[in-house]
């Protein structure tokens, strides 16, 4: 089954810094989705992305799927402490199923 | 647009006494999910709908956790006995079809319901 791997496990920035975040794959991506969480709630979708080599950015978040379509990563450019919470990557394998999530990213950002 | 409505959200049972939560998906959506997130970790499946039938369920622990979704709407997550171990957040989502070859689909989660066990 697919597993996914995030690093680092948590971080803490000072406002207006950038930072990136990687989630790697045991088997081939076919949808990867990037989710983001405020403690003991639900998920906030932010970015899906399916082809390798895609792209993709809302405001101050760009996430990039590689070409071979095992790793992604997240980058937020000049952080705000509306940014802190914890992000999860999910994918789903071949088939369409079981949408399985990483173990998250916890950021914190400090004003 | 509706979200992804659960309730209740917050619940606190002892142990062995029997527990239910309910997922009201968005209309529309075939998809549902049920997630189990325990404190630190990512949401872990516990099962998929498709419609009314189960798509996987291979991680559901089938002696004490149950979950139906009755005329492919609404669905129920049952837990009996609970387990102190069973504390965790219940996320219910729902996403409008699975992923096909060339289109994914994303699936908008519910506020959770935060079970502890005591």
């Known amino acids: 089954s697919q597993e996914l791997e995030q690093s680092p496990q948590s971080l803490i920035v000072q406002e207006g810094k950038n930072l990136t975040i990687n989630c790697t794959s045991s088997?081939?991506?076919?949808?990867l989705y990037w989710y983001k969480q405020k403690y003991g709630e639900g998920l906030i979708f932010l970015m899906m992305?399916?082809?390798?080599?895609e792209e993709k950015s809302h405001e101050k978040i760009t996430a990039k799927l590689d070409e071979k379509k095992q790793q992604s990563s997240l980058h937020i450019t000049a952080s705000q402490p509306s940014h802190a919470g914890i992000y999860l990557c999910?994918?789903?394998?071949?088939?369409?199923?079981?949408?399985?999530f990483g173990a998250g990213t916890i950021l914190r950002v400090k004003s | 647009e509706a979200g992804v409505a659960q309730s209740p959200r917050y619940k606190i049972i002892e142990k062995r006494q029997s527990v239910a939560f309910w997922c009201n998906p968005i209309?529309?959506?075939?998809?549902l999910y049920w997630y189990q997130q325990i404190l630190g970790q990512g949401p872990k499946l516990l099962i998929q709908?498709?419609?009314?039938?189960?798509?996987?369920d291979s991680q559901l622990p089938k002696d004490r956790f149950s979950a139906e979704r009755l005329k492919g709407v609404d669905s129920t997550l049952k837990i009996q006995p609970a387990k102190l171990e069973d504390s965790a957040v219940y996320l219910c989502?729902?996403?409008?079809?699975?992923?096909?070859?060339?289109?994914?689909?994303?699936?908008?989660f519910g506020q959770g319901t935060r079970l502890t066990v005591v």
């Open positions: 709908f498709q419609n009314n039938g189960v798509v996987d």
């Open positions: 999910g994918a789903e394998g071949l088939y369409g199923n079981k949408l399985v």
């Open positions: 989502a729902s996403s409008f079809r699975p992923r096909t070859r060339t289109m994914n689909t994303e699936a908008f």
């Open positions: 992305l399916q082809k390798g080599g």
């Open positions: 209309s529309g959506h075939a998809t």
């Open positions: 088997k081939t991506l076919y949808g």
